[in-house]
């Protein structure tokens, strides 16, 4: 019996062993017992000699956490390079080529690096991608700082057993020339991030001076000062459940908030201090105002790292007795590692629900399924979180 080419591939697309999308080939594993995912990373880079190193590089682990120079590929015939690696269940990656270093990775006709090239993997999957260009190995020119208001630093402050940090303070319109007025605090972690994009990780902002000017001087939130508290390289430790975590809330709350309330004029009461950040720094914010509710009286959770990989901060959420009086702004995005956070933000919430909060009186949930894990998508969503964390909805 003949069977045209054609009606063959659609009876194998219906039987989920084939499919084509974008130009790219995807092959479904027939072993049902099988649980990984398998991936295959191509790229064909035509203008590169073949003995050239190519490295892949991405949100996941098995990718190198973004570390340029961590995750060789392999070489083959016909200037393509190859990676494989396995995945645990269906995801968004995010991810680049570069030749081992930021300084030189894949590039449009332009010579600008190319956006973060997302793939979603549903099944065993080949992905193939063509670079020709590749940025040249140059000093980028510096980042210009811009910081909208009067800021104060303190450098190098020092907390047992943790590493010393600075700390940035915006004081908002008004501030120096009404001096009997007190003012609410919010307390931001990945404090180098939140106002300057010349200091901030990746050269982008929260813009969180620029939103809280705007909103203050049109009548929106009622002046505030802000404090930015800069991380350092013990960062995943300090912001998550465990002996380092919990030396740094002490230090937050021992240390840093009574030296803020001596040397600026701050309403010091739970109601008027609030705590935020994002990613870890979503999860620790959340952890300070969950352990500590007679200090802080909410926190914006960008993003939060829950219940990933070995952090799990639900189970205590659950274990423990609701604190009073707390309001907790979480959000999340939709893609890359926004995607694998997204089973531990539905737990918190569904954690929440089980303790009693309502929302969105005393918690709100926001989900922006286009928004990537970064700065800017932060920055975007911060304002909504700023007032409804002050104004009450």
């Known amino acids: 019996m003949r069977i045209r080419v054609k009606t063959l591939l659609q009876y194998l ?15 479904q594993p027939t072993d049902s017992l099988s649980t990984k995912l398998i991936v295959t990373f191509e790229v064909v880079a035509p203008s590169l000699p073949s003995n050239t190193s190519v490295y892949i ?14 995750v060789p590929m392999l070489m083959q015939e016909g200037y393509r390079w190859q990676k494989v690696i396995e995945l645990e269940q269906p995801q968004s990656l995010e991810y680049k080529y570069t030749l081992g270093s930021w300084a030189r990775e894949g590039a449009g006709a332009d010579g600008r690096p190319l956006g973060n090239l997302i793939a979603r993997i549903t099944r065993d999957t080949l992905i193939s991608d063509t670079i020709r260009f590749w940025t040249q190995e140059q000093k980028p020119p510096p980042v210009q700082g811009q910081v909208t208001g009067i800021v104060r630093y303190l450098r190098q402050l020092k907390g047992t057993g943790l590493r010393d940090r600075d700390v940035i303070i915006w004081l908002p319109p008004g501030y120096e020339q009404d001096r009997g007025k007190r003012y609410p605090v919010l307390y931001m ?10 200091t901030s990780s990746f050269g982008i902002d929260w813009q969180i001076d620029e939103h809280s000017d705007s909103l203050i001087r049109n009548g929106v939130i009622p002046p505030m000062i802000v404090v ?17 975590g919990t030396a740094y809330m002490q230090w937050v709350v021992n240390e840093l908030k009574p030296l803020i309330d001596s040397d600026f004029r701050t309403k010091k009461d739970r109601r ?5 950040g994002s990613s870890a720094g979503g999860l620790i914010s959340f952890m300070l105002a969950w352990e500590y509710p007679d200090v802080f009286g909410g926190a914006i959770c960008m993003s939060p790292a829950f219940k990933i990989a070995s952090i799990d901060y639900v ?23 926004e995607e694998r956070l997204q ?33 800017a998508a932060w920055a975007k969503r911060f304002p909504q979180a700023l007032v409804w964390l002050l104004t009450g909805g």
């Open 13 to 27: 697309y219906c039987l989920g062993i084939l499919c084509f999308s974008g130009g790219i080939f995807y092959g």
């Open 57 to 70: 590089t991405g949100g996941h682990p098995a990718l190198g956490n973004w570390n340029p120079g961590a």
């Open 189 to 198: 972690h990945d404090g180098q991030n939140v106002f300057d994009p010349a």
């Open 228 to 244: 930015g508290i800069y991380n350092t390289p013990d960062r995943s430790a300090e912001y998550a459940p465990g002996e380092k």
């Open 272 to 276: 008027h201090t609030w705590v935020g």
């Open 315 to 337: 189970t205590p959420v659950l274990e423990k007795a609701r604190p009073p009086h707390l309001r907790l702004y979480i959000d999340n995005g939709g893609i890359g590692l």
């Open 343 to 375: 089973p531990g933000v539905d737990a918190m919430l569904e954690a929440l629900q089980t303790k009693g909060y309502r929302s969105p009186k005393e918690y709100w949930y926001v989900k922006d399924s286009n928004a990537q894990h970064q700065e």
